[in-house]
């Protein structure tokens, strides 16, 4: 008779102690050349994160141009004065770097991320895109071409489309803000390699521009490094440059942009308010969040568990630009799509439960759950060093102290649910919407009017 198999049972693990946490503070330092550096060590990071930032800001395109600073911030990776654009991809990959890149309207971002151990070579590669930039007529006549490409596409996507229209309605239309980020067709069309290498000229240097490093930087000589490929970028000095202020029209009101036979209408309700320089934003944060941040706020439990209307229904603030003057502004928002034949009922309940909001509050068990959700949550999102570089970017890029991150999570578990509904009302005043509906105007169009929230206007999709 065969004895019974036994069978080893392992230690369960036990959790351990929590630690305190807080978003990482950089060095500051700057090279020769003027760029600005912040650092950021992180044990274990193996993968280097690197943000560059340009003062290269979509207001500052020349007139007709728009978007021609988005084919500059492509063109980057599309060959230098050492290696053609084929030359440089694979570069990249040999050193199994990824090279992203954008403009907005505060400047140029472009994003490295590469493993620490080929940091060297990756930097180089970065120093000589900023430093020479090919431009090649035929590399820009490509991008162009598949900017023009684009154009449709974001047209036929309704939320897209809605985000278009909305900043048509918001802004003056002598404000770059009034107009698509990337250009139109009539003025993507025009820009050539001539129009790429003047802008690059005129508004790229390494005095007006900052790099962020995070990563696992033990063992590097990080000064060294930058001194020899990022130091060898030269330029003009930096010169000031004058910042519109932003100003917006947000009178009470709704847009439909008709889509015949459209199943579901694209709602986006719009606003311009404070930015990150404001003492309100911690509330406003806060407050946004209890309304529409997660699947368990009080826009998703009321369209979306309640009624059925949507799959989601989202409240969130982006900042647009950001200045310690008081002449940023950040979008607060609320978007989703709904069924066709239930967007007036849809509009209906969103208005009640914003009427609600202002006549009851925010309980406190809705103030507790955005705290958990927003500050309990706050080590893992910043796990990579990916995160960590585009926060302290984010923070350069609107004139925020170093420390505003850390500072934030610490305003957010001390905020109250008082503060934190008088702001969220602040934020989305009723008769202070902008809606735009991108939809089957034949379906929605009485409805709406109907609701009495504003003036409505139809405009073809």
């Not at 090279?31 to 280097?48: A, E, F, M, S, Y």
């Not at 084929?86 to 050193?95: G, M, P, S, T």
């Not at 799509?337 to 208005?351: E, H, I, Y």
């Not at 609107?398 to 503060?419: I, K, N, R, S």
Request: glycine fraction near 8%; hydrophobic fraction near 40%; charge should be negative.
């Amino acid at each position: 008779m065969t004895e019974a198999a036994t069978m080893e049972f392992h230690p369960q693990p036990q959790a351990g102690h929590p630690r305190p946490w807080a978003f990482p503070a950089p060095g500051r330092g700057t090279l020769d050349n003027g760029l600005t550096v912040l650092r950021c060590h992180r044990p274990g990071q193996q993968v280097v994160a690197v943000e560059i930032l340009l003062d290269s800001p979509l207001d500052a395109e020349p007139a007709g141009l728009d978007g021609v600073a988005t084919i500059m911030a492509r063109a980057f990776s599309e060959g230098t004065d050492k290696h053609s654009a084929e030359e440089f991809a694979a570069e990249l990959e040999r050193c199994g770097a990824t090279l992203d890149s954008h403009a907005d309207h505060p400047g140029v971002r472009l994003s490295l991320e590469v493993p620490v151990s080929r940091l060297a070579k990756a930097l180089g590669l970065l120093a000589d895109a900023l430093r020479a930039p090919a431009f090649a007529d035929s590399e820009i006549e490509r991008l162009v071409r598949n900017r023009l490409d684009e154009i449709p596409h974001e047209t036929a996507n309704p939320a897209r489309r809605a985000a278009k229209e909305l900043s048509k309605e918001l802004f003056p239309a002598d404000s770059r803000m009034s107009r698509p980020r990337q250009g139109t067709e009539e003025t993507v069309s025009g820009i050539d390699s001539a129009a790429v290498r003047a802008f690059y000229e005129k508004h790229v240097r390494p005095a007006t521009a900052t790099v962020v490093v995070v990563g696992d930087l033990s063992g590097t000589d990080l000064d060294a490094l930058l001194a020899d490929t990022l130091g060898t970028w030269t330029g003009s000095p930096a010169e000031a440059r004058p910042v519109p202020p932003v100003t917006a029209d947000d009178t009470g009101r709704v847009v439909i942009v008709d889509r015949p036979g459209a199943v579901q209408t694209q709602l986006l309700i719009g606003r311009i308010g404070p930015d990150r320089h404001d003492r309100v934003w911690p509330a406003q944060v806060l407050g946004t969040y209890c309304l529409g941040g997660t699947l368990t706020s009080r826009l998703d439990r009321v369209l979306r568990e309640e009624k059925g209307y949507t799959y989601g229904v989202r409240a969130f603030g982006q900042v647009l630009r950001s200045a310690p003057d008081g002449t940023g502004a950040a979008m607060l928002a609320i978007s989703g799509s709904v069924d066709t034949p239930n967007t007036g009922p849809a509009l209906d309940d969103l208005w009640k439960v914003l009427r609600t909001l202002a006549a009851e509050g925010l309980t406190d068990a809705e103030r507790d759950a955005a705290v958990h959700n927003l500050v309990g949550v706050a080590p893992l999102k910043y796990e990579t060093a990916a995160a960590v570089a585009g926060t302290l970017a984010d923070q350069v890029e609107q004139h925020l102290p170093d420390d505003f991150q850390a500072q934030l999570y610490q305003q957010l578990a001390a905020t109250g649910t008082v503060e934190a509904t008088a702001a969220a009302v602040s934020a989305f005043p009723m008769d202070r919407l902008v809606t735009v509906l991108v939809g089957d105007a034949s379906q929605i169009e009485e409805p709406v009017r109907a609701l009495g929230i504003g003036e409505v206007t139809v405009v073809t999709g």
